[in-house]
């Protein structure tokens, strides 16, 4: 079983501004070797689908087995580079019932602009098994350059996104009008190496969780060769035909059968769940 196992299915999945009362972290900025960014110089990129204060929880089953759990969320505001950010998570852990068979402790980290929707900083924590990984990337979208952890500078496209920012940049489009077949195109930065990621639109579908049903659009990340996600099988994503392209569902096909993750719990989400209809 290789690493990545419960992990896959959240990282592509790829609020301007929090609810009241959520406070900015003021001075705790994060260490990079950039300079502070002119505010006017970078892209504004409207958000309607999510915000700080977010969480949600998912089960994570291969076949009948819920072998884990998985949390994606936007804790608070932080600074970096004179810009401010939303610190986005993604953590998944195994069950304690199947840390037996394989322990997973994993954690991914982006400071994404939350103006731009585009990272900052991603940070790797991955703890699966005995194989255990740690990796980080400072972004400067002006130089377009990516500064990794190894001291190593890579040439990077202007908005390139990592694994988690990928994915709320999905979140920001308007699925609801998109047809069959419609593809979006991206990169992605990982392990110093820039890949196209395109997600395909598979049409639109009713989801059945344990939160209530949803009308969704249903989007799946195309594997490409060499890519992240080789080798790891089809990954599809559904997400509410409603302003928060909130993820309900995600499947990965594998070798050994087909990984599932649905939402068992949302808190903090940005607007009304009109997509909801049990």
Same mark, same amino acid.
């Given at each position: 079983?290789?690493? +990545?196992?419960?992990?896959? #299915?959240?990282?592509?999945?790829?609020?301007?501004?929090? !609810?009241?009362?959520?406070?900015?972290?003021?001075?705790?900025?994060? *260490?990079?070797?950039?300079?502070?960014?002119?505010?006017?110089?970078?892209?504004?990129? !409207?958000?309607?689908?999510?915000?700080?204060?977010?969480?949600?929880?998912?089960?994570? &089953?291969?076949?009948?087995?819920?072998?884990?759990?998985?949390?994606?969320?936007?804790?608070?505001?932080?600074?970096?580079?004179?810009?401010?950010?939303? /610190?986005?998570?993604?953590?998944?852990?195994?069950?304690?019932?199947?840390?037996?068979?394989?322990?997973?402790? &994993?954690?991914? /980290?982006?400071?994404?602009?939350? &103006?731009?929707?585009? !990272?900052?900083?991603? /940070?790797?924590? $991955?703890?699966?098994?005995?194989?255990?990984?740690?990796?980080?990337?400072?972004?400067?979208? $002006?130089?377009?350059?990516?500064?990794? @952890? &190894?001291?190593?500078?890579?040439?990077?496209?202007?908005?390139?996104?990592?694994?988690?920012?990928?994915?709320?940049?999905?979140?920001? #489009?308007?699925?609801?009008?998109?047809?069959? %077949?419609? $593809?979006?195109?991206?990169?992605?930065?990982?392990?110093?190496?820039? +890949? *196209?990621?395109?997600?395909?639109?598979?049409?639109?579908?009713?989801?059945?969780?344990?939160?209530?049903?949803? /009308?969704?659009?249903?989007?799946?990340?195309?594997?490409?060769?060499?890519? #992240?996600?080789? @080798?790891?099988?089809?990954?599809?994503?559904?997400?509410?035909?409603?302003?928060? +392209?909130?993820?309900?569902?995600?499947?990965?096909?594998?070798?050994?059968?087909?990984?599932?993750?649905?939402?068992?719990?949302?808190? %903090?989400?940005?607007? *009304? #769940?009109?997509?909801?209809?049990?």
């Amino acid at each position: 079983m290789r690493h +990545h196992f419960f992990s896959t #299915l959240l990282l592509l999945a790829a609020g301007l501004w929090g !609810p009241r009362g959520h406070q900015f972290v003021g001075a705790d900025t994060l *260490p990079t070797s950039h300079a502070i960014i002119n505010q006017s110089e970078l892209r504004h990129l !409207p958000n309607t689908a999510f915000a700080v204060g977010e969480r949600l929880t998912f089960d994570i &089953d291969w076949g009948v087995i819920t072998g884990g759990q998985a949390v994606m969320s936007i804790p608070d505001y932080r600074y970096v580079n004179g810009r401010k950010t939303m /610190e986005t998570r993604v953590e998944a852990s195994s069950s304690s019932s199947f840390d037996w068979i394989f322990r997973v402790r &994993d954690r991914y /980290e982006t400071f994404m602009d939350a &103006d731009g929707i585009f !990272p900052w900083r991603f /940070e790797q924590h $991955v703890r699966e098994g005995s194989y255990s990984k740690d990796y980080d990337a400072n972004f400067d979208p $002006v130089a377009q350059t990516a500064d990794a @952890s &190894d001291g190593k500078e890579f040439k990077t496209p202007q908005y390139v996104h990592d694994i988690v920012s990928a994915f709320y940049y999905i979140r920001t #489009l308007d699925m609801t009008r998109s047809h069959k %077949g419609d $593809v979006v195109h991206l990169q992605n930065f990982f392990d110093g190496e820039t +890949h *196209p990621l395109d997600v395909r639109i598979l049409g639109h579908q009713q989801v059945e969780t344990d939160v209530g049903t949803f /009308e969704c659009s249903v989007i799946e990340p195309m594997v490409v060769q060499g890519g #992240l996600f080789k @080798s790891e099988g089809t990954i599809r994503i559904w997400l509410t035909d409603d302003d928060n +392209h909130m993820p309900v569902k995600m499947s990965s096909k594998i070798l050994i059968g087909e990984i599932e993750a649905k939402l068992v719990k949302y808190e %903090g989400i940005r607007g *009304p #769940l009109t997509s909801k209809v049990g």
